[in-house]
């Protein structure tokens, strides 16, 4: 899905000392790196409060600020615009997994 976005995988699974980036990414505007968290669940109903992106709370979002930091310190990209984003998959009991992409949807 984000590839068909533009964006670029430059990373997948990029551990450091404090926690890993599931997925880092160079946006389509060809300047800003993208921290993506992914997040995915089998649906079993429609509550809204089991959706994926629930599961990154308040704990996970400073985590990632600080997984963020260490990246773009260790690849010289503190000069870079940077940006967090989640992107929630919910696999339901049938049919295709709906995919939701939430730009910033962490602020630094």
Request: aromatic share 4%; glycine share 6%.
């Amino acid at each position: 899905m984000l590839k068909r976005k533009r964006y670029r995988i430059l990373n997948r699974n990029l551990t450091t000392p404090v926690g890993e980036a599931d997925l880092v990414c160079l946006a389509p505007d060809g300047k800003t790196i993208v921290i993506v968290e992914v997040k995915a669940r089998r649906m079993t109903g429609s509550d809204p409060a089991f959706a994926p992106e629930v599961a990154v709370g308040g704990r996970k979002q400073r985590k990632l600020q600080v997984v963020t930091q260490v990246i773009a310190k260790r690849k010289g990209w503190a000069d870079r615009p940077l940006r967090i984003d989640v992107v929630a998959i919910e696999f339901p009991p049938k049919g295709r997994p709906t995919i939701r992409h939430h730009e910033n949807a962490v602020t630094r």
